[in-house]
């Protein structure tokens, strides 16, 4: 059975950090697409983040050069290390994996596009 948990979330101030970590089980995570999300109140649920089975990482304009993403395979997590954190980064966050095993495609950042969902964490960052 897959499952995806996330962990790491919390409150923090303006300028601060955070590490956000998505324990799977029930399959290996190294084979696929893993994506991060958030979902703001009042706004739709937009992709973040995502690494593929070769590595390649990508990410949205607004958190470029701030977020980095990243698999540890031995452990079977994914990892969103999230510094310089703004008040407009404050949203619930979710891991997902891509439904079909390989490279994150040009439609990486679509939900429907993942069957498999994390219940989500709470990020929060105050001005």
């Known amino acids: 059975q897959v499952a995806l948990v996330e962990s790491g979330g919390g409150s923090v101030e303006a300028g601060g950090s955070l590490r956000l970590s998505c324990a799977a089980s029930?399959?290996?995570?190294?084979?696929?697409?893993m994506a991060w999300f958030r979902q703001a109140p009042g706004k739709e649920r937009e992709g973040v983040a995502s690494?593929?089975?070769?590595?390649?990482?990508l990410y949205i304009d607004s958190v470029q050069g701030r977020f980095t993403v990243s698999k540890d395979n031995d452990k079977n997590t994914l990892i969103l290390q999230m510094n310089s954190l703004k008040p407009e980064d404050t949203a619930m966050y979710y891991c997902?994996?891509?439904?079909?095993?390989?490279?994150?495609?040009?439609?990486?950042?679509?939900?429907?596009?993942?069957?498999?969902w994390g219940q989500g964490i709470q990020v929060t960052v105050s001005s």
């Open positions: 029930g399959y290996r995570i190294r084979p696929y697409c």
């Open positions: 997902a994996r891509q439904a079909r095993p390989g490279i994150c495609g040009f439609s990486w950042f679509r939900a429907v596009n993942h069957d498999y």
């Open positions: 690494v593929g089975s070769d590595g390649t990482t």
